[in-house]
């Protein structure tokens, strides 16, 4: 399927999800299901987030599963080229912020300032991670959702050949080349995290699971995540008397 029609179906429905008091798995507003990845540079965090969204598929709740996305760049590249989707993705935030979604867009695109572009980010990610039903790949996901319910937050990790293999094949670059993509992405991942939260991106108390993406599959960590998520939300359930 068309990704800017998957994303146009998943904002529409975020922005209709505002007007529910009660979510599907009985809570209000700001407690529903989300998962944020964490990654070292080619441990695969899109490749885990498209293995759950298969597993999402074939789960039979389907009030807990269906209708989940994934939200990384692309989503802020369409944005740019689709007022449906600026317009949906609007009433998704608060009054504050409607009126600076293209600036928004144009500063993570590098034409604003960078400080701006990144804060803007981070409101934007939270907005969406309250709604819930969502995967957040990178971009500081875990650190912005702390104080939101039933968030899973897993961080992926994987011997660097290896990362810089994936890299090779998906940047179509040589060896040395992707093994200084990957190191300056896993630099500049963990620049970000000292800069806006003082906390250490290896941190492992940062997380509630970390994965080595080299000898294990990624279907079988996405069925650990899938369990995960359901015990939050029955966890939930039960301290709130739901």
């Known amino acids: 399927m068309n990704p800017s029609t998957d994303i146009t179906r998943f904002l529409d429905a975020l922005s209709k999800a505002e007007h ?8 209000p507003r700001g407690t529903s299901p989300f ?5 070292q540079a080619g441990a695969g965090g899109h490749s885990l987030a498209e293995a ?4 999402m598929e074939r789960q039979e709740d389907k009030s807990l599963f269906q209708g989940w996305q994934i939200l990384d760049q692309q989503l802020c590249e369409i944005l740019l080229q689709d007022s449906f989707l600026d317009v949906s993705l609007q009433s998704l935030l608060s009054e504050e912020y409607r009126s600076q979604i293209r600036e928004f867009v144009r500063s993570l695109l590098g034409q604003q300032d960078q400080h701006l572009a990144i804060r803007k980010m ?12 969502v995967i957040i790949v990178g971009r500081a996901g875990s650190h912005i959702t702390k104080r939101l319910e039933l968030g899973v937050h897993a961080r992926l990790v994987a011997p ?3 990362r810089v293999r994936r890299m090779m094949k998906l940047l179509n670059r040589d060896e ?14 963990i620049r970000l ?8 991106i290896d941190d492992p108390l940062q997380y509630d699971v970390i994965w080595n993406t080299g000898p294990v599959s990624f279907e079988v960590i996405a069925e650990s995540i899938i369990g995960l998520i359901r015990q939050r939300v029955q966890d939930w359930r039960l301290a709130a008397g739901v």
């Open 52 to 55: 759950l969204l298969r597993l």
């Open 193 to 200: 995290l000292k800069a806006y939260f003082q906390v250490d």
């Open 160 to 162: 660097e050949p290896l």
């Open 20 to 27: 529910i008091e009660t979510l599907p798995h009985g809570g």
């Open 35 to 39: 998962v944020t990845i964490s990654r």
């Open 176 to 189: 040395e080349d992707s093994r200084k993509v990957v190191r300056k992405q896993d630099h500049d991942r």
């Open 122 to 133: 981070f409101e934007v990610i939270r907005s969406v991670a309250a709604v819930g039903k």
